[in-house]
């Protein structure tokens, strides 16, 4: 009894209490958030290492609540992939950068691909990839310039319904590339299996790369997973990119494009508009 007091005490710790709490108030939140048009997008480049251009953006979601302040993706998107939120906002994501990136389009700005992070959650939506291209054309943003970015755990799913998302996509052109790649699960022979044409090394590996902090081991998977984008005929992008001598090793291994603080932060959409017009000077 003594024992599973003492568990009771450490459960309704006052720091278990105030995550549970904080949990709970996120998921409150979370309702309401897209009627109040409380989500926002930032933007990152992507660069390709050959040209040294930019080749692509990321869009990155962002939420700042009247009360909560802002909060990070790390934390709620998790909390919307539980409630199942994460669909309608995943749209609205979907919605919002193709309707930005054909803006920029039309403005004469220059970028390549819009690239878009996907939650397993939404794969498992069976009109998913449907109305990704509605997206696409209610916006006039050509599918063939449109990236999903989906982890490794989503293809664990490996059921019809997610073939069937992924003959849609491919079929329209839509490019898919697989997420903090190196964390996952990840057999081998499983990838090849996918219509994936690109693959993101993970940032904890590229912030081991170099420095005083480089360790053989993030070298040793960077390269590994550059040798594999080859052998699969894929295209392999670093994230994470902050200094020169990591961008200097990246090259050096084959990496084909990179993304990170070097370049740029993800910026709101004005600044990137800037950012762009900057490139092209
Ligand atoms: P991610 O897709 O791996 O995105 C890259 C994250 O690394 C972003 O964090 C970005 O701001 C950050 N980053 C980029 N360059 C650097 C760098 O040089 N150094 C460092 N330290 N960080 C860098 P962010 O924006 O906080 O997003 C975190 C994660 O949240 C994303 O990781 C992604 O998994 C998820 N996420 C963001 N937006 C969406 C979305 O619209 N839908 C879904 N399902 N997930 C999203
Ligand atoms: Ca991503
Ligand atoms: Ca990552
Ligand atoms: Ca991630």
């Excluded at 004469?108 to 990839?129: I, K």
């Excluded at 310039?145 to 755990?153: D, G, P, Q």
């Excluded at 081998?188 to 693959?199: A, D, E, K, N, Q």
Aim: net charge negative; glycine share 8%.
């Amino acid at each position: 009894a003594r024992q599973r007091g003492r568990n009771h005490i450490e459960f309704y710790s006052p720091d278990a209490w105030r995550r549970a709490r904080r949990r709970l108030d996120i998921e409150h939140a979370l309702r309401g958030a897209l009627e109040h048009e409380e989500f926002s997008l930032a933007y990152q480049p992507l660069i390709d290492l050959s040209r040294h251009a930019v080749c692509g953006i990321e869009a990155l979601l962002r939420w700042h609540h009247p009360e909560l302040g802002s909060c990070a993706p790390d934390e709620f998107i998790e909390i919307a992939e539980a409630t199942g939120d994460i669909v309608g906002i995943g749209e609205w994501v979907v919605r919002e950068a193709c309707r930005q990136a054909a803006a920029w389009d039309a403005a004469g700005l220059e970028f390549g691909r819009m690239s878009v992070n996907v939650s397993a959650v939404q794969l498992r939506d069976p009109g998913f990839a449907q109305r990704v291209l509605e997206a696409c054309v209610d916006t006039g943003w050509p599918a063939t310039r449109l990236e999903l970015e989906i982890t490794e755990s989503a293809l664990l799913l490996d059921t019809d319904a997610l073939w069937a998302c992924f003959d849609v996509l491919q079929g329209a052109g839509i490019g898919l590339s697989i997420d903090d790649f190196g964390t996952g699960f990840s057999s081998l022979s499983y990838l090849s299996r996918f219509p994936v044409g690109r693959l993101k090394i993970d940032r904890s590996f590229i912030s081991e790369l170099a420095g005083a902090g480089g360790t053989g081991r993030a070298v040793a998977v960077t390269r590994a997973i550059i040798q594999l984008g080859k052998a699969l005929r894929m295209q392999v992008l670093a994230e994470g990119v902050e200094s020169s001598a990591d961008e200097q090793l990246l090259r050096e291994y084959g990496c084909d494009e990179v993304q990170g603080y070097l370049y740029s932060r993800p910026l709101p959409p004005r600044e990137m508009a800037r950012w762009l017009q900057d490139q092209a000077k």
